[in-house]
């Protein structure tokens, strides 16, 4: 009994498995493209604020640099 139980448990079904809605995988696929997309344009927009960041910086050091030539010439 035991042992036909097991076999039966391990046996490979016969029944077919059928997808309710057929265009459920191609859902699937466009999803997971659409997110690489996405994670591709995070990693640049990402990257373009890193640049803006440090040419900001940069004006900002220069700014200071010809503030303090005005002020050590009194010309403030």
Known sequence: MI???VTWFFSPS???IICEE???YSKI?????????LEEENIETTNLLYELGSSIDA???RIDILTAEKWINKNV
Do not use: M, Q
């Open 14 to 16: 016969r029944k077919e």
């Open 59 to 61: 004006v900002d050091v």
């Open 29 to 37: 696929v466009e999803l997971e493209k659409r997110i690489v997309k």
């Open 22 to 24: 057929p265009g459920i």
């Open 3 to 5: 042992k036909a139980f």
